[in-house]
């Protein structure tokens, strides 16, 4: 627990720091870097950016693997655990070389079918749904793999269709890893820099790309000001979502 609040305290710290270099100890503190972190219109662009990628490939990741971790729970398809082990390998693989393959892939794809693939939203969103497919999948088969089957079967033999049992049953019982799984997608997502830095646009950046260019050039506490700020995106998600479903009920 130490070492990993450590590093969230000393950039919550650095981006207090009144002098422009940062040096310890500090010449006084300010909220300055904040309202300098919000005003830079690349930091913007990025976390707006952000957002939506990480919102969009979200959502269609949940709907992707919601019927792949019910076949797979229900043992419904064969070879179910090496399948299960085939989607959980983005989560295996660096995520510099997920990235390097995937801009590799979408090049083969652009000379083969014309369509733009690097540089593009698409792209990019595709590139982020692969690497929350295994943290859905996991936290969806956790919770199903702990469902009653005698509850569906129940629901079954009362007449409900499959449609119905799956809505009214199945669902409801695995709420919290639905949940679960679209927190820890979005915060991938979010947060993600490697695949991006492969898959986005000259002149497109996220968050994490454009705090990572502004380093290249300067070095002062907005740029701490910008990841505490990201910091808190993600509480306030993880807040909001204990509201809802405990994280007790979640891990």
Do not use: C
Request: charged share 10%.
């Amino acid at each position: 627990m130490l070492l990993t609040l450590v590093p969230v305290v000393l950039v919550t710290w650095l981006s207090l720091f009144a002098n422009e270099v940062p040096t310890v100890p500090p010449s006084g503190y300010t909220l300055k870097w904040y309202a300098a972190s919000l005003a830079n219109q690349q930091f913007l662009t990025g976390f707006s950016i952000s957002i939506q990628v990480a919102v969009i490939a979200t959502a269609i990741g949940l709907v992707l693997t919601i019927p792949a971790a019910i076949a797979l729970a229900k043992r419904a398809i064969p070879y179910s655990d090496w399948m299960v082990q085939f989607l959980m390998g983005p989560m295996i693989v660096p995520a510099i070389v997920l990235g390097a393959g995937l801009y590799v892939t979408f090049i083969q794809l652009e000379i083969a079918f014309d369509l733009p693939f690097v540089g593009s939203v698409p792209g990019l969103v595709l590139g982020h749904i692969l690497i929350t497919i295994p943290w859905s999948l996991r936290l969806l088969l956790a919770n199903l793999n702990g469902v009653n089957q005698s509850i569906e079967d129940a629901a079954e033999s009362l007449g409900a269709r499959p449609f119905t049992v799956l809505t009214k049953v199945t669902l409801p019982l695995v709420w919290p890893g639905l949940v679960a799984g679209a927190l820890f997608s979005f915060v991938v997502s979010f947060s993600n820099l490697e695949i991006s830095l492969f898959l986005v646009a000259p002149g497109q950046t996220t968050l994490p790309i454009a705090i990572l260019q502004y380093l290249q050039w300067k070095l002062d506490p907005s740029v701490a000001a910008a990841s505490v700020l990201q910091i808190a995106v993600i509480t306030i998600g993880v807040l909001m979502t204990d509201r809802f479903v405990p994280l007790t009920k979640v891990v």
